[in-house]
């Protein structure tokens, strides 16, 4: 078991008050897996994500623990976090486009990354250069200006950089959702590629584009309004989804990869609720053609099959 | 007015109340400008009158003392807030607008009409303007206050175009610029009703950039003996003390209040500045 | 890059052209009739002046038509040639430019290039610190406000007139010739100091808040968060955010030339520091218009070449204009 | 590339700082202070010429006449005499024949010697070319000769115009033949003449944008023919261009004598700071006139009535006391100064002259016709038009600008409705010189050996379209005119005669005042003892001596008062 995840609640604070972004998570990961995370913009994916590496202001810690391998991560300290990230959890984040910076050339940037770990950038460098080998990146990339490179070439550089320490975990937020499709593709092969080559040894894979999770993806976490959905392998979700929430959202997918940020649930009726003062229980039952008494209190996160793990009243728990 | 908007500025209004820069700065300013408004009912002494004995150090009767000859400087002092205030608005006022025009303008039709308003604005950025505006100054006999700040501004907006410009290139994409054009709306109508009210935050911190340059400007020019010929400014009253032997004679009153009101003036000007930028953009509060 | 500098180099040369057009303009706007007033100091006999007013006027070139005046006035110009000073007279401009020059580049780059290059290590090093931003911060927004000129005339009253430390006048001592003895080197050095600082804090107050707003915003960049989720330690992260902090106050030195000029010209004033602003002025007070327009040409030349400087400063240090990507 | 910078500008640094450590170490290699004479406020811009025909422009080479040239003559304001310079005596043979004989052994600098030719050389420069100020002459000089190796012959027309001769002959400077008959014309007239070689007290040694250095001529002529040394071996004149910088340097002592305007002397004489000519006011040897020309051609300057108020309206107490605090003196309606005191007549200023009288002012006013219609408080002219004058000076000129403004105050408290402005200089200039003011200040008179130098600025006729050296107002008196015309002819040594066309003068100035004079301009001089003392004072009876350093007045005294100086203890 490579991540486990415990009742992680993490909150915004606003000057309204506190957006509960985050609510009760509780999942894990098992070694080698890559784990889709899908759900409509600001469903707390991102927050998901961002609490495993970067837990800064506003964001606030409330409640629960997150365990990589064995060891409990230090979450809500921003500072003792640094022993872990890059070494142990890594992230190709959502802004890869610009995450590096413009005025340093590529290699020196590797070259400073690793030497503020101790390590030795003239050893570490054919390493890096198989692995550029592996993104097919020229190796010429690392005498480059980030502003050289086009968006895919970007990207792929960035999952380079992130993964140079070889982390337990990778985070990769809308890796694909800059790219045209056919890199898209591509990206989401080498990602698939890291974890065999264990380089990497679990990904989640933050997206709504769900026909790429379809590609690469071993699990599929949907999220709600801060809460957490389902939880089954890929093939469970895409063809025998439990949650009303995941059905209405695979019916509702373009055939093709999604490319745009918005998507909508044309099909559902209504708006996902505010998160600065959600509805008690079931957040999704105000739109949920199913609801019904019992959604008025939180539905637990519940494995109703192995490996399938639903939070709906319809589903398993009681009434199931 | 719609919930968001509404929402939006009372979130700007919590941030500025909350805001020590901004409270401070605006605190500053208000008192010299209430001071520059009545300050005149504060003393009975004519600004240019040989009122009192010379040469005097602060008073009862002379709060500021008094100059070489035994004019009330503190009647000078507040003569020449006023002035230092109108040359701030009217000259820092101008500069915007007309970097206001260019920038839109540029920003908004793009094109070789851009082209040209950039070449414009690029040389006048380059020309040293007080240079320029020394010899325009030495060109008229006689000189005004209001002439000055016309001067001022005409020469100290390429900044405020640059900048005005870019943010109107940014704006100009966006959706609801688009839908404005589709709908027909005119040109100007889109620049002023759709892009400068998005921008209204950044006119406004340009505009107080502006003004406190062209405080310091006026203050320069009329130092060296180049600002209005009649009168008094803060500047007019520093150049006096040192023609007039203030520094060897020892009379710190005359040149102290003059230099250290523009210094706080400009200083809050600028301290307001970054309290807005906060306010405006969350980015940079304080964590 | 070849785009940049061609843009450049037009705004550059159409800048020149206009300038010295506005420059030979000068003397034909300007109120007053440069050569009388000249005669006018000499309190001649009526008869006299009258002839020495034809005199003169020829040999100004005034008596030409004006197209003829302007062409010979690019003719002489590109051969080094800018008369000969009224005020001065009968020196030439280039001659009394040549001899101010090294005093304003002894003065102006120190106090240009310290001041800019200690604010941006203060403002970087102030920023998201809460104490310094809160204590010594202000003072810089003090010092960026304070006119040049008074500045320069608090130095010089505490340190010259109160304590008498430093000397508030010339740029070298009365009491000594020109000749190059450690004394005469000192003397230069102690008339440099007042006039130095004037220029120098007013600078870095402005430096420093300017490094400080652009850092601020710079640790905010996708790039600063991508490094802070790396676990990079903060002084990599700070010195990143330096290194795209400085492109802004790069250019930025650029912008604020013209301002630095005025700065000088005052504070040169101030502390009768002979170089060009000082020249300027009392080549104004005179209605020397022969020696204004070589003052003003010399600064326009001067901050273009500055400007120039700045622009393959910022090609060295910037990628993205090197590799084209941005137009300017 | 930044840790290069930051090297770069570290190694600046420890330069720097090496440099300074240094050089606060090192003894200072100045100047010997008790060989030294420091002096300032005669130069107003840097050194550019030394070309002693260049009058306007030597005022920044204070030396270059007197020092390094000298004239045939002396002149002594104070007591009104001629003193024989290169000169051994000059007389009047005929009327029209003026005979020098020169001193024997007087050599240049570069030891040739100084004869009869020189001096013919340079009277007849003047001859050939017109752009000399002094080319005028040769309107009455008909030639002049050698006599041998030291006597001159000057032959004049019937007319001669013997007060400007006299004048001449202690302000034309004697320039070396043998160095300058090869000079172009262009060189004679505009040359900078750097290096000067001349024949008088002191040597050029440097210059700078702030200074000129003079070295005392350890062979000067004077020192075996007169007895005379000038006391500092070296004369630094310092050019100061603010008063601050001028007043601390005399304060501290680091400037033995400066003739700048500095405002507070007074104070600091009376705490005995600095020493000043006279002991208590006004201080400062009365140097000039300031005048203020009214424009005639414009109403109502055009009525004599009114310009009459105006003398009366002006309080000049105020000029004196408050904006001048006390350094100067009201002068007299005649505009002659102390030193010409014997040429104005006392009667007519008696009977016709008139001081400060507001109510005086009002009578003259109501008398002719000016009274207050609308009730603004101000007059209308008879006519019934509005009144609104300006008076002007040139900006900067900070005594005349306080004095412009007591001039406008006091005005108005008479119901004159006049404004002070102060434009440009050369837009002040340009205004007097087309005749475009109302009412303006002047005092381009210098101190001099006749009241004639002053009526030619007052009355300098025929009015032209440009005046450019007098009559600013273009008051227009045939009489008087060839009344001034008639003093120019006459001896200077005829004193009465001199006197009585001067009284004719007097009785139509102070009856049509076609300008006022308000006060004279001081010779500012505030000096240190700390160095050197026995300066000029009031109390002393030795007056030939003058203490200023202002250009053209070495000759007037200047020189001699470097000959009597005498180091502190």
């Given at each position: 078991m490579s991540l486990r995840v415990e009742d992680l609640t993490v909150y915004y604070q606003t000057l309204r008050g506190d957006v509960r972004a985050l609510e009760s998570a509780t999942f894990s990961l098992a070694d080698g897996e890559i784990m889709g995370l899908a759900g409509e913009s600001g469903c707390g994916k991102s927050t998901l994500s961002n609490s495993l590496i970067r837990l800064a202001p506003p964001m606030k810690h409330?409640?629960?623990?997150?365990?990589?391998?064995?060891?409990?991560?230090?979450?809500?300290?921003?500072?003792?976090?640094?022993?872990?990230?890059?070494?142990?959890?890594?992230?190709?984040?959502?802004?890869?486009?610009?995450?590096?910076?413009?005025?340093?050339?590529?290699?020196?940037?590797?070259?400073?990354?690793?030497?503020?770990?101790?390590?030795?950038?003239?050893?570490?460098?054919?390493?890096?250069?198989?692995?550029?080998?592996?993104?097919?990146?020229?190796?010429?990339?690392?005498?480059?200006?980030?502003?050289?490179?086009?968006?895919?070439?970007?990207?792929?550089?960035?999952?380079?950089?992130?993964?140079?320490?070889?982390?337990?975990?990778?985070?990769?937020?809308?890796?694909t959702s800059a790219l045209d499709v056919s890199t898209q593709k591509a990206v989401a092969k080498?990602?698939?590629?890291?974890?065999?080559?264990?380089?990497?040894?679990?990904i989640v894979v933050i997206t709504h584009d769900m026909s790429i999770l379809y590609q690469i993806a071993d699990g599929i976490m949907i999220m709600y309004a801060g809460q957490l959905a389902e939880k089954a392998s890929t093939e469970t979700i895409i063809h025998s989804p439990r949650h009303p929430y995941t059905k209405l959202l695979i019916t509702s997918l373009p055939k093709v990869g999604v490319k745009h940020d918005e998507v909508r649930l044309k099909g559902i009726p209504g708006n996902p609720p505010l998160l600065l003062d959600p509805p008690t229980g079931c957040r999704f039952r105000e739109r949920c053609p199913l609801a019904f008494e019992p959604c008025m209190d939180v539905p637990p996160f519940v494995e109703i099959e192995p490996n399938h793990f639903v939070a709906c009243w319809k589903e398993g728990g009681a009434n199931a | 007015m719609t919930r968001a908007t509404k929402k939006k500025r009372n979130e700007f209004l919590y941030f500025a109340m909350r805001n020590n820069k901004l409270k401070i700065g605006a605190v500053i300013i208000l008192f010299f400008l209430v001071l520059a408004a009545v300050g005149t009912l504060l003393t009975k002494n004519d600004p240019e009158t040989f009122a009192g004995?010379?040469?005097?150090?602060?008073?009862?009767?002379?709060?500021?003392?008094?100059?070489?000859?035994?004019?009330?400087?503190?009647?000078?002092?507040?003569?020449?807030?006023?002035?230092?205030?109108?040359v701030g608005a009217v000259g820092g006022g101008l500069a915007t607008l007309i970097g206001m025009l260019v920038g839109f303008i540029g920003g908004y039709r793009g094109g070789v009409i851009d082209e040209g308003l950039n070449v414009m604005t690029n040389i006048v950025l380059v020309i040293p303007t007080f240079a320029l505006l020394l010899i325009i100054s030495a060109y008229f006999e006689v000189r005004g206050l209001f002439m000055e700040s016309i001067f001022i501004g005409l020469t100290a907006w390429p900044w405020a175009a640059r900048a005005i410009r870019a943010q109107t290139l940014s704006l100009r994409s966006r959706e609801f610029v688009d839908l404005a054009r589709i709908s027909g709306m005119k040109p100007l109508r889109i620049v002023f009703s759709e892009i400068a009210p998005n921008m209204m935050s950044y006119l406004v911190m340009a505009f107080i950039l502006q003004f406190g340059g062209a405080i310091l400007i006026a203050a320069t020019l009329d130092f060296i003996g180049l600002g209005p010929t009649q009168g008094f400014s803060l500047g007019i009253m520093m150049q006096y003390a040192v023609l007039w032997g203030a520094l060897p004679l020892g009379s710190w009153w005359w040149f102290i209040p003059p230099g250290a009101a523009i210094a706080t003036i400009v200083g809050a000007l600028y301290f307001m500045n970054v309290g807005l930028d906060e306010v405006f953009n969350p980015k940079l509060r304080e964590t | 890059m070849k785009r940049y500098f061609g843009r450049k180099l037009l705004i550059y040369v159409i800048t020149f052209f206009l300038a010295v057009t506005i420059d030979w303009l000068i003397p034909r706007l300007m109120p007053g009739d440069p050569i009388q007033n000249m005669l006018a100091r000499a309190a001649l006999n009526?008869?006299?002046?009258?002839?020495?007013?034809?005199?003169?006027?020829?040999?100004?070139?005034?008596?030409?038509?004006?197209?003829?005046?302007?062409?010979?006035?690019?003719?002489?110009?590109?051969?080094?040639?800018?008369?000969?000073?009224?005020?001065?007279?009968?020196?030439?401009v280039v001659d009394i430019i040549k001899a101010a020059v090294p005093f304003d580049i002894f003065l102006l780059l120190p106090a240009i290039l310290l001041s800019w290059w200690a604010g941006n290590k203060f403002g970087a090093y102030a920023a998201r610190t809460k104490r310094l931003d809160n204590t010594v911060l202000p003072i810089a927004y003090l010092l960026t406000a304070t006119p040049y000129m008074w500045l320069g005339i608090l130095l010089a009253w505490v340190f010259g007139i109160i304590l008498g430390w430093l000397p508030i006048a010339g740029a070298y001592s009365y009491t000594m010739g020109t000749d190059l003895s450690w004394a005469f080197v000192g003397s230069v050095l102690k008339h440099w100091i007042l006039p130095f600082l004037s220029l120098f804090l007013v600078g870095f107050g402005g430096w420093a808040i300017g490094m400080r707003n652009m850092i601020i915003y710079e640790l905010e960049a996708d790039y600063s968060h991508y490094l802070e989720a790396l676990g990079a330690p903060r002084k990599l992260i700070r010195k990143y955010a330096f290194r795209n902090a400085i492109l802004p106050q790069l250019s930025g030195l650029a912008l604020q030339l013209g301002v630095i000029v005025a700065g000088a010209l005052v504070t040169e004033v101030v502390f009768s520091y002979p170089g060009i602003g000082y020249l300027i002025l009392s080549a104004i007070q005179n209605q020397d218009y022969f020696l204004v327009q070589g003052c003003f040409l010399f600064i326009i030349i001067g901050v273009l070449l500055a400007n120039f400087l700045i622009d393959i400063a910022f090609v060295i240090v910037d990628p993205r204009t090197r590799k084209g990507m941005v137009g300017e | 590339m930044w840790s290069r910078n930051k090297r770069v500008i570290g190694m600046m640094l420890v330069a720097l700082l090496t440099v300074g450590l240094i050089s606060g170490v090192a003894v200072a290699q100045a100047y010997e202070r008790s060989e030294t004479l420091y002096v300032s406020g005669a130069a107003w811009g840097p050194a550019s010429t030394w070309n002693p025909f260049q009058p306007g422009n030597l005022a920044n080479t204070t030396g270059t006449l007197g020092f390094v040239y000298?004239?045939?003559?002396?002149?002594?304001?104070?007591?009104?005499?001629?003193?024989?310079?290169?000169?051994?005596?000059?007389?009047?043979?005929?009327?029209?024949?003026?005979?020098?004989?020169?001193?024997?052994?007087?050599?240049?600098?570069?030891?040739?010697?100084?004869?009869?030719?020189?001096?013919?050389?340079?009277?007849?420069?003047?001859?050939?070319?017109?752009?000399?100020?002094?080319?005028?002459?040769?309107?009455?000089?008909?030639?002049?000769?050698?006599?041998?190796?030291?006597?001159?012959?000057?032959?004049?027309?019937?007319?001669?115009?013997?007060?400007?001769?006299?004048?001449?002959?202690?302000?034309?400077?004697?320039?070396?033949?043998?160095l300058w008959e090869w000079r172009t014309e262009e060189q004679i007239t505009i040359g900078a003449n750097a290096n000067p070689v001349g024949s008088g007290a002191y040597l050029y040694d440097t210059h700078g944008s702030d200074r000129n250095v003079w070295l005392r001529n350890e062979n000067w002529w004077a020192i075996d023919a007169l007895g005379l040394t000038p006391a500092p071996k070296r004369i630094v004149d310092i050019r100061f261009s603010s008063n601050n910088v001028a007043l601390g340097s005399v304060i501290k002592g680091e400037v033995d004598l400066s003739n700048n305007f500095l405002p507070g002397v007074a104070g600091l004489a009376d705490q005995g700071i600095v020493s000043t000519y006279f002991e208590g006011a006004p201080y400062m040897i009365s140097a000039n006139t300031a005048v203020l020309f009214l424009n005639t051609i414009i109403a109502p300057m055009d009525d004599p009535a009114f310009r009459k108020a105006l003398a009366y309206a002006i309080n000049v107490d105020d000029i004196v006391n408050v904006a001048y605090a006390q350094l100067v003196a009201a002068a007299s309606p005649t505009g002659l100064l102390p030193s010409l005191s014997a040429y104005a007549d006392q009667a007519v200023v008696d009977a016709l002259g008139w001081s400060y009288d507001p109510a005086e002012a009002a009578a003259v006013l109501a008398a002719a016709g000016y009274k207050d219609i609308d009730g603004d408080g101000y007059v209308e002219a008879p006519d019934g038009s509005k009144i609104a004058l300006e008076v002007t000076c040139p900006s900067g000129w900070t005594d005349w600008m306080a004095a412009i403004a007591v001039i406008s105050d006091s005005c108005k408290a008479a119901g004159i409705n006049l404004e002070d402005v102060a434009p440009d200089y050369g837009a002040w200039n340009t205004q007097m010189q087309t005749g475009t003011f109302n009412m303006t200040l002047n005092n381009w008179a210098a101190m001099s050996n006749t009241p004639w130098t002053l009526y030619n600025l007052l009355f300098r006729h025929p009015i032209q379209a440009q005046m450019q050296s007098g009559n600013f107002g273009r008051y227009d008196s045939q009489e008087l005119f060839d009344l001034v015309d008639a003093l120019a002819a006459v001896q200077t040594s005829d004193i009465a005669g001199m006197q009585a066309i001067c009284s004719d003068i007097q009785t139509i100035m102070l009856t049509e005042v076609p300008m006022i004079p308000l006060w004279y301009n001081g010779m500012w001089a505030q000096f240190s003892t700390s160095t050197w003392t026995n300066w000029p004072l009031d109390d002393d009876n030795d007056p030939s001596r003058l203490p200023t350093t202002w250009s053209g007045y070495w000759q007037l005294g200047g020189l001699m008062m470097l000959c009597e100086l005498e180091l502190a203890n």
């Open positions: 409330i409640k629960g623990r997150v365990i990589l391998d064995d060891q409990e991560l230090p979450i809500a300290d921003l500072h003792a976090m640094n022993e872990y990230r890059f070494t142990e959890i890594s992230v190709v984040p959502q802004y890869a486009m610009n995450a590096m910076n413009p005025t340093r050339k590529i290699g020196k940037m590797a070259e400073e990354l690793l030497r503020s770990r101790g390590i030795d950038a003239r050893k570490a460098l054919p390493e890096l250069e198989r692995r550029l080998d592996l993104v097919e990146l020229d190796h010429d990339v690392l005498k480059m200006y980030p502003i050289e490179m086009s968006g895919g070439m970007k990207q792929r550089m960035v999952m380079v950089l992130s993964t140079l320490m070889d982390p337990s975990l990778l985070l990769a937020d809308e890796i080498m990602l698939v590629g890291f974890r065999d080559r264990e380089i990497v040894k679990s | 004995p010379m040469s005097s150090p602060p008073s009862a009767e002379f709060w500021f003392g008094t100059t070489f000859f035994g004019q009330d400087v503190f009647s000078q002092f507040v003569i020449g807030l006023r002035a230092t205030f109108l | 009526a008869n006299a002046a009258e002839r020495m007013y034809t005199y003169y006027t020829h040999a100004f070139q005034l008596d030409l038509p004006v197209w003829q005046q302007y062409l010979s006035f690019w003719n002489a110009l590109l051969h080094g040639d800018l008369g000969i000073s009224t005020y001065l007279f009968p020196t030439p | 000298e004239t045939l003559f002396n002149y002594d304001p104070l007591t009104n005499t001629m003193i024989p310079w290169l000169a051994k005596s000059g007389t009047w043979v005929s009327d029209n024949v003026y005979d020098v004989t020169l001193r024997d052994g007087i050599t240049w600098s570069d030891g040739h010697a100084l004869t009869a030719a020189d001096v013919v050389y340079t009277m007849n420069l003047a001859k050939e070319h017109e752009a000399l100020w002094f080319a005028p002459m040769w309107n009455y000089l008909v030639e002049v000769v050698a006599v041998g190796e030291l006597g001159v012959r000057f032959e004049f027309t019937d007319a001669p115009l013997y007060q400007e001769f006299d004048n001449n002959l202690y302000n034309i400077p004697i320039v070396p033949k043998h």
